[in-house]
């Protein structure tokens, strides 16, 4: 029998539940530290839920419960500022940049300028009041349901002394790996994808529903202020340590700068570290530390004069378009892909690029054979920004998507309301190629030798139309197969046989669920010991999951209920594929230890990396904090080695790294917190 409270206690329990519930999504979300499990987190949320239903009187709009759950609006209120939110100017050679510091006189703080949204947040007597975009400087919309659904905002100030109003400022952004994520959805649901984060970004906070907000991978970044009551600062490092306490996100690579002469190092030396942010940086933000100056500085109508940014310059490179080819998903979406003449750009050489779909095609005027400018867009995917038409000969052609999908011998599909072309025949040979080749991909279940060469030709031979028949293979099968003699042969069947081992997380990435990307098999398989239990949860019990949410559980619930699927994953089982948390072959070495990955390695990638500690029983997080116990630092290291030594947390270089996992010799049989690193 439960036990029955009065108002009085209730209330108690309500609000140290809900005081707790915010500690840990902080630990969780802003300092990359949890000290409890998901299931541990979701049952505290769930007695809160209960007691709040069971005593409405004392539902408070800023509970933890209400983060997400609010019906969606007609529209958004236009409110005013009480500090109106300026622009900054912009400086675009060393030259400017020594320049301001000359005239105005440091010391200075350098910051990133995030390429996201800019918000205003309000807190009175500690507590969130209201969030403002924006707008036009002067008044901004209020978005204030859709901002409580990014868990590392804080609605109650981590403090015991709040001020009577504190406005805090910052800019609102997607991560590089959701807004992949979300494209690949998008694109798996037929619909357009976005041209960068910071497009995804503003069309999520334009969403009238905070329910489906609180879908997009959004996050939170402040920097400064609006109105103050009862606190202020002396200096911009005084006040970024405060947002610090109070619990905010804030940007990790801030350093002082005396002359114009160490900004522009720190401005080249943040350019360096850019691909080491979980946001896409444009810029480098020049802030005078002493806040007693701003007054007298003042500004114009638009900026501030004790505060300007430097905006790195985009990096753009022209080819030819040679080729368009098909690129077919996993879920039997068609994408077209330019294929480029190779160029350099941005540190790497660009082959290819995305079309997204025919209509962005068709807007873009894209031929065959044109000059075209390529970009990253956002940093993450080379994109054709235009065509020179100029330059044109007149032997370009035109594309026909469906043309094209024919001479493949596909009958592409679109739904109604779609923007993308599909294979609705999922048997078709192509789709089961694309299936397969993501089955023994890396991040799969790492069939050595069985790349995209090898499933063509045992999809042509009609040996394997489905994962399950790749664990019946024999040797006389594949040397019938072109190019395949008794070695080759070999490797592969042990490849495949060595892929039944692999932890649970790589096969529920494997299986192609759709929805389901290699961080959400992880999250599964902590949540669930075996398939069984996998197979047997519903959708509320799956959507309650940290990081899984509705659309991935109904996808997950979806995929189960399928026939064809569940005996998949019986001929899976029958041939020994793992599908228990507990993987055969692993060990706890590291268990308790936590890593955060950086830098480029020589021996592996991060992917490899991260597996490695995860197999041995570490986990592995984004952030650094006080709680990390090893930095993995390779080449090009930025930010977080910065961080980790600022905060005394051990960094391994890769050798120390690889003596610790034991893919070099090691030293010493201590255990690795006893081990010596350099």
């Known amino acids: 029998m439960s036990e029955v409270l009065n108002p009085t206690e209730a209330q108690k329990e309500i609000e140290k539940l809900r005081a707790d519930i915010e500690r840990h999504n902080r630990l969780y979300y802003v300092e990359a530290a949890p000290e409890i499990s998901d299931r541990e987190f979701d049952l505290m949320l769930r007695r809160l839920t209960d007691l709040e239903k069971q005593f409405p009187e004392l539902t408070d709009p800023n509970s933890p419960t209400q983060r997400v759950g609010g019906q969606p609006i007609k529209g958004f209120r236009n409110a005013p500022h009480a500090i109106p939110m300026m622009s900054l100017d912009n400086l675009f050679t060393r030259e400017e940049v020594e320049a301001y510091a000359a005239k105005h006189g440091g010391p200075f703080i350098l910051e990133p300028k995030i390429d996201g949204i800019s918000i205003s947040v309000r807190y009175e007597h500690g507590r969130f009041a209201q969030a403002l975009t924006r707008g036009d400087g002067e008044r901004g919309d209020d978005v204030s349901s859709n901002l409580k659904t990014i868990r590392s905002l804080p609605l109650r100030l981590n403090t015991d002394h709040p001020p009577a109003v504190f406005e805090v400022r910052g800019e609102v952004y997607m991560t590089r790996t959701g807004f992949a994520e979300l494209n690949e959805q998008r694109q798996e649901a037929g619909l357009t994808t976005f041209a960068n984060p910071r497009n995804a970004c503003a069309g999520s906070m334009k969403l009238l529903d ?4 609180a879908k997009r991978p959004l996050d939170i970044v402040f920097y400064a202020t609006g109105a103050l009551d009862g606190i202020d600062f002396a200096t911009h490092s005084e006040l970024l340590a405060t947002l610090k306490q109070f619990g905010f996100r804030t940007a990790p690579f801030a350093p002082t700068c005396e002359t114009g002469s160490e900004l522009w190092k720190q401005i080249d030396r943040l350019d360096q570290m850019r691909e080491e942010f979980e946001y896409e940086i444009d810029g480098a933000v020049i802030k005078i530390n002493d806040r007693s100056r701003y007054a007298d500085l003042g500004g114009t109508a ?8 430097y905006k790195y310059p985009p990096e753009q490179a022209e080819t030819t378009l040679r080729e368009i080819t098909i690129q077919i998903g996993r879920t039997g979406v068609l994408t077209p892909v330019a294929e480029l003449e190779p160029v350099q750009l941005a540190g790497t050489v660009v082959k290819r690029a995305t079309l997204h779909n025919e209509d962005e095609i068709r807007r873009k005027d894209i031929r065959v054979g044109d000059r075209v400018i390529v970009e990253k867009a956002g940093e993450i995917i080379p994109a054709i920004v235009r065509v020179c038409k100029r330059k044109r000969t007149g032997i370009e052609q035109p594309f026909n998507m469906h043309a094209a999908c024919e001479e493949l011998g596909i009958n592409p599909v679109k739904k109604e309301g779609e923007v993308a072309w599909r294979i609705d025949d999922l048997h078709h040979p192509a789709m089961l190629k694309r299936w397969l080749t993501h089955y023994a991909s890396r991040n799969g279940m790492d069939i050595d030798g069985l ?23 024999k040797t006389p099968q594949l040397l019938c197969l072109e190019g395949f003699k008794e070695k080759k042969a070999a490797n592969l069947i042990t490849g495949i046989e060595a892929s039944k081992s692999r932890p649970f997380d790589r096969i529920l990435f494997a299986l192609g669920i759709r929805h389901v990307g290699a961080g959400s098999a992880r999250v599964l398989a902590q949540n669930f010991p075996n398939i069984g239990k996998l197979m047997d949860a519903d959708v509320q019990t799956l959507e309650g999951i940290r990081d899984i949410g509705p659309i991935v559980g109904k996808s997950i619930v979806d995929f189960f209920q399928t026939p064809e699927n569940r005996e998949l994953v019986e001929r899976l089982q029958a041939a020994g594929v793992n599908f228990e948390q507990t993987a055969k072959g692993g060990s706890d070495e590291l268990a308790g230890l936590t890593f955060v990955l950086t830098g480029t390695m020589e021996s592996m990638s991060r992917d490899e990396a991260g597996e490695e500690i995860r197999k041995r029983g570490g986990s592995v997080t984004s952030s650094v904090s006080k709680n990390t116990d090893y930095v993995v630092a390779g080449a090009k290291a930025g930010s977080k080695r910065t961080k980790a030594e600022a905060l005394g947390v051990k960094v391994l270089d890769e050798t120390a790294f690889l003596a610790i996992i034991g893919s070099a010799p090691k030293k010493t049989q201590s255990k690795p917190g006893q081990q010596e690193l350099f």
Do not use: N, Q
């Open 302 to 309: 638009k900026f501030p004069h004790w505060a300007t940014a």
């Open 451 to 473: 790349g995209e060469s090898i499933v063509e030709l045992l999809v042509d031979a009609d040996l394997v139309k489905s994962p399950a028949d790749l664990y019946h293979l």
């Open 210 to 213: 905070p329910r489906e907000v």
